[in-house]
């Protein structure tokens, strides 16, 4: 059974810091693309950063978070992070992870991903 866990969310206040981890179980980490998505109340969800498959793990950013949320892999703890610095208030959502196979550059597309974790909130306020 894959699995994907999200944690690490909270409430931060505006210029601050968290980071989420993701543990993906029940699949081969390294031939997956892994996503993050996040959905705001009554908004549409939209990927926020992503690390390709090998062997071209590239990582991709929506433009709303490059220079602010940074994301990483540990292949040994089957992990991704996202490290999110500089946090506003429009970055307040539920953010989930997602594994797909990603044959193309769509990473921001869900229909990319077979795979979701639960969600973890992201609170930013004063």
């Known amino acids: 059974e894959v699995q994907l866990q999200a944690s690490g969310g909270g409430l931060v206040q505006p210029g601050g810091s968290l980071r989420l981890s993701c543990v993906v179980s029940g699949l081969n980490f390294d031939d997956y693309a892994i996503v993050w998505f996040r959905q705001a109340p009554g908004k549409e969800r939209e990927g926020v950063s992503c690390i390709g498959r090998t062997p071209s793990p590239d990582t991709y950013y929506a433009d709303s978070v490059k220079g602010r949320f940074t994301m990483s892999s540990d292949s040994a703890k089957n992990t991704v992070y996202l490290q999110m610095n500089s946090l506003r208030p429009e970055d307040t959502a539920v953010y989930y992870c997602?594994?797909?196979?990603?044959?193309?550059?769509?990473?921001?597309?869900?229909?990319?991903?077979?795979?979701w974790g639960q969600g973890t909130q992201v609170t930013v306020s004063s």
């Open positions: 997602g594994a797909g196979l990603l044959y193309g550059t769509s990473w921001y597309m869900e229909y990319e991903y077979d795979y």
